[in-house]
């Protein structure tokens, strides 16, 4: 707000957010994103680990080549994804006290970011290969093509979307 109480002038609007140092920044985003990851980690552990026990059930051994190779990405993506989301804690565990922490939360979100992209991937390749079985029917298709395009909205189109309206008024 101005001095007389009306809206912000153009200077005054720069002023408006959180006063707080470049370290107090980064130790604020650092809690942010470890807040995130915890979230991210607990479906990815519980996802993979569901997917490493797979293949020692007795159904494996009569799924047919393209069903095996779907697991096989599947478990990949998963692991891809465990390791990007814990990235974070041990980039954040090397470099700890090197006075570099503005440095490793950005390295930290991105390496976030990839995470979800690809936890975003193990998530399709599970759906494509438990619905494959499921139905064996040509509607598995689109159901993931759905599913897919619902998950890209709510993890990266209402953000985006949000980022555009409302980050253009700073």
């Known amino acids: 707000m101005a001095a007389d109480g009306g809206p912000p002038g153009p200077r005054e609007e720069h002023r408006v957010g959180r006063r707080e140092s470049p370290e107090e920044r980064a130790d604020r ?35 047919d080549a393209t069903d095996r190779t779907v697991y096989v990405v599947t478990v990949v993506l998963g692991a891809a994804t465990t390791g990007a989301l814990i990235g974070p804690v041990s980039f954040h565990r090397i470099v700890s ?37 499921a139905l064996h029917n040509g509607a598995v298709p689109w159901l993931v093509g759905g599913l897919v395009a619902w998950l890209v909205l709510c993890w990266f189109g209402l953000p985006g979307w949000a980022l555009y309206r409302y980050g253009r008024r700073r």
Not at 49 to 54: A, H, N, Q
Not at 104 to 120: F, M, P, S
């Open 29 to 63: 985003r650092w809690g942010e994103l470890l807040q995130e990851v915890r979230v991210a980690q607990t479906g990815v552990q519980i996802l993979f680990g569901f997917l490493l026990t797979v293949v020692f059930t007795p159904r494996f051994a009569s799924l």
């Open 97 to 133: 006290g090197r006075r570099i922490k503005p440095q490793t939360v950005a390295w930290a979100a991105r390496l976030t970011l990839a995470g979800i992209v690809l936890l975003l991937a193990t998530v399709i390749s599970a759906l494509l290969l438990i619905l494959r079985i």
